[in-house]
């Protein structure tokens, strides 16, 4: 079974990876608070190379329902206003000179129904994933059985182990799923 130790061992990371992205995926969602996540996957023209905003300004959530965004350089104001109109989050944002304010209007029923389908697809797909992981491990086991470094016996049992490790994390998928579709519907 020692044999079999190094495949485990790899299908854990790919899932904890997967479940890792996610999340990070399930951030970027509106939800009804505001929240810095929202905007990381908003890119800046910064002198000539598309540069995450978070690497050119302050941003925080002084409120439940506004983002600000403080940039280090006054000039690149512009830049992210434009920037953040065009990333499809809806948002409209406003500016004093120094300072950029984001407004989140409050979501409505039929966006928040929008949403937590859209959470359901990134579970799904994640699972997708889960379940490609388990196949190439269990190919992986068979190649080391056909190999002689795993008797008929191990190979069985490390399948067992990989088809209840898919399911944990199956599980873990859902409960991430889960607790952001309460957030979401959260009034």
Not at 19 to 39: F, I, Q, W, Y
Not at 86 to 100: A, Q, T, Y
Not at 133 to 150: G, M, P, V
Request: proline content about 5%.
């Amino acid at each position: 079974m020692a044999n079999a130790a190094p495949v485990r061992q790899k299908l854990i990371v790919q899932m904890d990876q997967a479940v890792e992205h996610l999340k990070r995926d399930l951030a970027g969602l509106r939800t009804g608070r505001a929240s810095v996540a929202l905007l990381d996957g908003i890119r800046v023209d910064y002198h000539g190379t598309m540069t995450p905003l978070k690497q050119i300004a302050n941003i925080s959530t002084p409120e439940a329902r506004l983002i600000t965004i403080q940039p280090w350089e006054p000039n690149q104001i512009k830049g992210i206003e434009k920037a953040l109109s065009s990333s499809g989050l809806g948002v409209n944002p406003s500016n004093d000179g120094k300072m950029i304010r984001v407004p989140l209007p409050p979501l409505t029923e039929e966006r928040r129904k929008e949403l937590t389908k859209i959470c359901k697809q990134h579970g799904e797909d994640t699972k997708v994933q889960i379940r490609g992981f388990r196949r190439d491990a269990n190919e992986e086991l068979k190649k080391l059985q056909k190999n002689a470094k795993l008797t008929e016996d191990e190979l069985r049992k490390a399948e067992q182990e990989t088809q209840k490790l898919t399911e944990q994390y199956g599980q873990k998928i859902d409960d991430v799923i889960k607790k952001k579709e309460q957030e979401i519907m959260e009034v």
